[in-house]
């Protein structure tokens, strides 16, 4: 900019004078330009149909994206030239990215060839807002939501609603992919009436005999064993249930609770080795207390008081395991469990 276009100046005791720019002249606004959607309600309502027919087809593609789920096979693979993928995925994917796509591109449709086209000045303000303002922008706000058409057109609106809700169908398909839910799962275990308890190292029947006072085992169920010949995810899920710890305690130490008086054995007690907090499996064990520890986050049953939590997050006790002897003189279960194993989640309230 010449020093002609400069001329404004300021007195400055240390710099002298000092120029100072002239604001820019406004120019004002071009004039304004009418949309064919403004001018001819023909082409409006081409518009109008456009857009409804984006939103419409990403309904339609939401719900393709359902139907695509439960119709392609997990393992169909699909090869775009050089890309292959899985079929499911893939139309999963494009479905809903399509579906996305066409509602952005009807909402931009609808706002830069429907909605009302009117161009402003707006002055610089303070940025704080008077009570006066905010009401004027409330006011605005309601002006331009009428001005949008959203409750004047209802083809749009209706399209519109309907597509965001058929939107959500897919969100809750998808679920599914969790897995089953785990239902009564936790409420059974393969502990049943006679079966054997095993060492779950040695896979050997334990007697009575071979456990001292203070000696804690790990063990599981003697029917175990061919569940793990026949499906080894089975046999996880099995195990991950029903394993459990045996403890002998002096019988004099012992706090039974009623109802359990005929549930050990000479001091022999057997409970889920599962914390009832969140499934940690328990097993250090202090043997003059005759607490256990969960390693996870410090859960402490009292085994001697059957295995009342004492210390730690877990909310209730080890589910005990009734315990009776067969006629070779083998430890085995009176019955299954009589409570859920594991998290508390299930029984709580
Ligand atoms: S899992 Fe045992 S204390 Fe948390």
């Known amino acids: 900019m010449s020093d002609k276009n400069l001329p404004v100046k300021a007195d400055d005791e240390q710099h002298g004078a000092v120029e100072v720019a002239e604001p820019i002249a406004d120019p004002g606004l071009e004039p304004h330009e009418y949309r064919i959607t403004d001018i001819d309600p023909k082409a409006a309502d081409r518009a109008e149909r456009q857009v ?135 409420y059974n275990t393969i502990w049943a ?54 403890v002998r305690i002096e019988p004099a130490k012992i706090r039974t609770k009623p109802g359990r008086e005929n549930w050990g054995i000479d001091g022999i007690l057997c409970y889920s080795k599962i914390c009832t907090h969140v499934g940690c499996p328990i097993s ?17 049953f009292d085994l001697a008081d059957s295995a009342k939590v004492i210390f730690g997050p877990a909310a209730r006790p080890l589910p005990q395991l009734p315990l009776a002897v067969d006629a070779e003189g083998y430890l085995v279960a009176q019955s299954g469990f009589t409570e859920p194993v594991g998290p508390s989640f299930w029984e709580r309230g």
């Open 52 to 186: 409804a027919t984006m939103f419409t087809l990403a309904g339609l593609l939401f719900l393709g994206a359902c139907v695509g789920y439960f119709a392609i096979p997990r393992d169909a693979i699909l090869e775009f030239g050089p890309l292959t993928g899985n079929a499911n995925n893939m139309t999963l994917g494009l479905c809903l990215g399509l579906g996305l796509f066409l509602i952005g591109a009807g909402a931009i449709q609808w706002a830069k060839q429907l909605m009302v086209d009117t161009e402003v000045i707006e002055l610089r303000h303070d940025a704080n807002s008077s009570p006066e303002q905010k009401a004027d922008i409330i006011e605005g706000f309601n002006e331009g939501a009428a001005e949008s058409g959203f409750g004047r057109r209802k083809l749009i609106r209706r399209s519109l609603l309907a597509s965001m809700g058929l939107l959500g169908l897919p969100a809750i398909v998808l679920l599914r992919d969790l897995g089953p839910l785990p239902g009564r799962s936790l």
């Open 193 to 246: 009436k006679g079966v054997r308890v095993v060492n779950d190292v040695t896979d050997r029947p334990i007697k009575p005999s071979d456990l001292v006072v203070g000696q804690l085992v790990n063990a599981q169920p003697a029917n175990l064993t061919p569940i793990q010949e026949e499906s080894p995810v089975e046999y996880q899920n099995a195990k991950a249930k029903a394993a459990v710890i045996v």
């Open 284 to 300: 250090l064990y202090e043997q003059t207390t005759h607490h256990v520890l969960c390693p996870c986050h410090q859960s402490t």
